[in-house]
């Protein structure tokens, strides 16, 4: 049984515990009052609600929705699809060809597109306009549609410039870096699928450099998305989370989910002044067939080289067949630059500009000579 005194002791003990818990918490708290919540509120962390920051998506969508404009259009057909939203020939190839033709007839096609100049100009895809006898384009805020001309389109890029005249301040969406676009960074596709106009989708970049072959057209470099991507979407922005154009939604692929593509902006940039003031992309050509050379071909000619790319065969009346360029030869360089296969030669041509003046250097029976050649325009037989 304690005393007295022991028990004054002790209850003395149980205060200054007390006493220093508190004060040991209360520091804590001081000292340290973020750390719950930091997995939430660091920069770019986001909430559990909305990965991306709250309100952010919203913000960008006010932003950047009254640029983003519903396109229609007027096309001849063979009566296939009733429905204008198919008239797409990337979902014609996915969906199939199910309704028999019933002879030439008039249908609409429905897609998207963005401005992007104060005065009215407009990109979009390629078939998205491709066949048009009319174009209207219906903005953000207005009932009646508006006309548009065609002013500048491409085939093989699927690209498309059209022209409104709806005055001198429109909203208008900045074109971003899409070479600087991470793989797991958030996309936002803005368009019309299925008529239902300013749709808004969220995903990631799921990848970037896809090819993909739809009918003829063959894509080189898209971006991959699973922002969801629908009939009417084509022609529409993919924005990042600055509210710049990344890309251009251009197809998806039916038989899998979340899989959309969009021509980067490092595309279209660099052709979009010749879309506009010349109505066409402008290509350098030199007019030959290649393929890489290797050990087995470089045998059969008699070279003790495996670098280079092979003519396979010459376009007659092209830029090197004028120049004397033949079958057999084996292309090593362009104006002094190495090319060590058949891409190299195609990204050196690419870079150059119709008319420029090119010296190549060549093998031709085992002997190297240089040839002068005037790169021409692709599409141009002299």
């Not at 920069?43 to 396109?71: E, Q, R």
């Not at 249908?107 to 963005?114: H, L, P, Q, V």
């Not at 896809?210 to 529409?236: E, F, H, W």
Request: glycine share 12%; hydrophobic share 40%.
């Amino acid at each position: 049984m304690c005393t007295k005194k022991e028990r004054r002791k002790a209850g003395i003990f149980i205060i200054a515990a007390f006493v220093v818990g508190v004060l040991v918490a209360g520091a804590a708290f001081y000292l340290f009052p973020v750390i719950p919540s930091m997995a939430t509120t660091q920069p770019g962390a986001g909430d559990p609600v909305n990965p991306v920051g709250t309100g952010l998506i919203a913000d960008i969508v006010d932003k950047t929705s009254p640029a983003v404009v519903m396109i229609e259009t007027t096309i001849e057909s063979r009566g296939r699809f009733i429905d204008p939203f198919f008239n797409d020939p990337f979902f014609r190839q996915f969906f199939g060809n199910r309704i028999p033709d019933t002879g030439p007839r008039y249908t609409t096609g429905m897609g998207s597109g963005f401005i992007i100049s104060k005065d009215g100009y407009i990109l979009t895809n390629e078939h998205v306009i491709s066949g048009a006898t009319k174009i209207e384009v219906t903005m953000a805020g207005r009932d009646k549609p508006v006309p548009a001309t065609l002013v500048g389109s491409d085939f093989e890029l699927d690209l498309a410039v059209l022209k409104i005249n709806a005055g001198n301040d429109l909203p208008y969406l900045e074109l971003g870096d899409s070479d600087n676009v991470r793989v797991g960074e958030w996309a936002i596709a803005i368009g019309n699928p299925q008529g239902l106009d300013h749709t808004v989708t969220v995903g990631v970049i799921s990848a970037k450099g896809r090819p993909i072959t739809v009918q003829d057209r063959q894509y080189k470099n898209l971006l991959q998305t699973d922002a969801s991507i629908n009939p009417g979407n084509s022609g529409g922005p993919l924005l990042n989370t600055r509210g710049q154009v990344i890309g251009i939604n251009t197809a998806v692929s039916a038989s899998a989910q979340g899989i959309g593509f969009a021509i980067p902006t490092s595309t279209v940039k660099p052709v979009l002044d010749s879309l506009i003031n010349q109505g066409k992309i402008t290509r350098p050509w030199l007019g030959v067939y290649i393929q890489s050379l290797n050990k087995e071909i470089a045998q059969s000619l008699k070279l003790d080289r495996s670098e280079g790319a092979v003519v396979t065969s010459v376009v007659e009346g092209g830029p090197a067949d004028n120049a004397g360029i033949t079958h057999g030869d084996v292309i090593v360089e362009i104006n002094n630059n190495k090319v060590a296969n058949a891409g190299d030669l195609t990204d050196l041509v690419g870079k150059m500009q119709p008319g420029q003046k090119a010296v190549v250097g060549i093998y031709r029976g085992g002997k190297k000579m240089s040839i002068d050649v005037t790169i021409g325009e692709k599409g141009k037989v002299d």
